[in-house]
């Protein structure tokens, strides 16, 4: 059976009433029926839910979907994505190691890297997201033990080779980590490739309708193991209507992911078309400078699309006025078309020379696109195109 369809026949065992949908096991804590067992769960002898921060049978039902989906051993799930590329690292990372990460990161990621990690000791050296494998190979130091990486990344969809990673990863003994929340494992499955450790924000896409916050770790057992003391002991646990509200949604995920990647295609498109859009980018657009490799390593382009715009801040404000559908959210992966200018909002506070290396220019407009007809969609866009080019015309 594919895999998609083993991740929605997932369920937890039925209880006495013989539900069809799994009830929410909204309970902090479990009982025992002896004294016995109660010793026996703490000297895990016997196999078992204890208490909400260590296991949870709706929490389990959305992990246990996410490996089937990701091709994972084990994993565990976390209050939200950041909590999740926390753990996967400080679970296992410790004083004196190294890590090696694509410059191309979520904002917060690179806070811990550069920030949070330097006070324990642990350094980095950061990568190009198009770096050669010689310029990999060269970042590889004695005290190396981990590569980070986001592919695509947000928001310049700048994409990793995650065959070539995996590669390095191999040869040095090194674990492979990989973000994959804008792919959605629909999309990529890095483990396939090589990846030990696959991490997840399940606020975006998993989740899918902006609703609950969550994350998720899944990968090698070996690796999973020592994340899943640190989360136990440290306490960043997902809530049970969290993961509840989230097994739901991955079992539409796929159907979600097609139609977002097809809108998507189809919306960059047109854009691509427009006179008034200076530039597109998407990743199944043959003028994406990756477009071979993400023909290789994805089977579908993702919900998110960039664009530029002449005229700064004053057209990107023109631009947004003039449009009907979309909501202005600094947020992505939702069944409703979001837009942002990272510039001014989810990157604003990167330096200047931070910005222009990771592509982020006053005029760029990050859509994550939404479920609604397409038909309406490059109607609303490509008109604000046009009026806000006018709008700028006019004041010159
Ligand atoms: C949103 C996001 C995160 C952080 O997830 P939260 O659920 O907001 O903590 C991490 N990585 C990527 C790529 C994201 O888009």
């Known amino acids: 059976m594919k895999r998609q369809t083993k991740a929605i026949r997932t369920q937890t065992k039925k209880t006495q009433y013989r539900e069809h949908s799994t009830p929410l096991f909204l309970t902090s804590s479990f009982s025992f029926e002896s004294a016995e067992q109660g010793k026996a769960l703490f000297d895990e002898t016997e196999e078992g839910n204890i208490y909400s921060r260590f296991s949870n049978p709706s929490v389990q039902e959305f992990v246990d979907k996410v490996c089937m989906l990701e091709g994972a051993e084990e994993g565990l799930a976390t209050a939200t994505g950041m909590a999740a590329v926390f753990a996967s690292m400080a679970g296992i990372l410790k004083s004196g190691d190294h890590i090696i990460a694509c410059r191309a990161l979520f904002g917060s990621a690179h806070q811990i890297i550069t920030q949070i990690f330097a006070k324990w000791g642990i350094t980095y050296t950061y990568l190009d997201a198009d770096a050669t494998e010689e310029q990999w190979e060269a970042a590889v130091q004695t005290n190396s033990r981990m590569v980070y990486l986001e592919t ?40 396939d490739f090589g990846a030990d450790l696959v991490v997840h924000s399940a606020t975006k896409f998993m989740d899918g309708q902006g609703r609950v916050l969550g994350g998720v770790v899944v990968g090698k057992a070996e690796f999973i193991a020592p994340i899943r003391f640190f989360c136990r002991h440290t306490g960043p646990s997902m809530s049970p209507f969290n993961a509840w509200t989230l097994s739901k949604s991955l079992e539409t995920l796929e159907l979600r992911m097609e139609r977002h990647s097809q809108n998507a295609l189809k919306l960059a498109q047109a854009l691509e078309a427009l006179p008034e859009v200076k530039k597109v980018n998407y990743p199944f657009l ?80 990050r859509i994550s696109v939404g479920l609604e007809s397409i038909e309406d969609l490059i109607e609303d866009f490509s008109q604000a195109a046009v009026v806000s080019a006018e709008v700028l015309a006019e004041k010159i």
């Open 152 to 191: 695509p990344s947000n928001p310049g969809l700048e994409l990793v080779d995650l065959a070539m990673i995996g590669r390095l990863c191999k040869k040095h003994n090194l674990i492979f980590n990989v973000d994959n929340c804008f792919a959605t494992p629909i999309i990529q499955t890095p483990i």
């Open 286 to 365: 043959p003028s994406h400078p990756q477009y071979t490799l993400a023909k290789a390593q994805m089977n579908a382009g993702g919900a998110i699309v960039t664009i530029e715009l002449e005229g700064g801040f004053e057209r990107v404000s023109a631009f947004m006025k003039a449009l009907q559908i979309p909501t202005l959210s600094s947020n992505l992966g939702d069944t409703r078309t979001i837009i942002t200018n990272p510039f001014t909002t989810t990157h604003s506070k990167l330096k200047p020379d931070e910005k222009a290396a990771l592509g982020i220019t006053e005029g760029l407009i």
